[in-house]
């Protein structure tokens, strides 16, 4: 009886065990073109902060402490801290060549951002790779072409 009950149950606890998912939204079978638009979705659909950035291996995550990241529908970047106010442009597009990006992105997609000033925001200009990401959280990575560092930029939700 006992064989035919584990015969019967651990089917049924694998299959439940499969359904389970994380929070992390990479999905490797998803078109390019697919992940592109639910990054942009998920970053439209809120206010973020700044959890931690660092520049090749230093914390400069106090240099945005207060900041409240309003990511607009129309390519608007703005961030806020309730005196000053910083504006840029963000998007996110498709990248399938392989010369652009050392880090392999499961999805092969960039978050751009762009500041022209000040120089603490011109920092986070650049084309990121996309890390992971949830429903709170995105991540990004950049890889210098030139001396191989690596810069960590990650948002939060607010």
């Given at each position: 009886m006992k064989k035919i009950l584990l015969l019967f149950v651990l089917p049924v606890f694998s299959f439940f065990l499969t359904q389970c998912s994380s929070d992390n939204t990479d999905d490797p079978m998803l078109d390019p073109a697919v992940s592109a638009q639910l990054v942009t979705d998920l970053a439209v659909s809120g206010t973020w902060v700044i959890q931690s950035y660092i520049d090749s291996g230093t914390d400069e995550t106090s240099d945005y402490n207060g900041y409240i990241f309003t990511f607009n529908a129309d390519g608007s970047l703005v961030a806020d801290n309730g005196s000053t106010t910083v504006t840029g442009t963000w998007s996110v597009t498709t990248d399938d060549s392989s010369?652009?990006?050392?880090?392999?992105?499961?999805?092969?997609?960039?978050?751009?951002i762009f500041f022209s000033a000040p120089p603490a925001f011109e920092e986070l200009t650049d084309d990121w790779d996309i890390a992971s990401r949830s429903s709170n959280r995105i991540e990004l990575i950049d890889i210098s072409g030139g001396d191989g560092s690596t810069d960590i930029l990650v948002f939060e939700r607010n």
């Open positions: 010369d652009d990006d050392d880090y392999d992105s499961m999805d092969d997609i960039d978050f751009n």
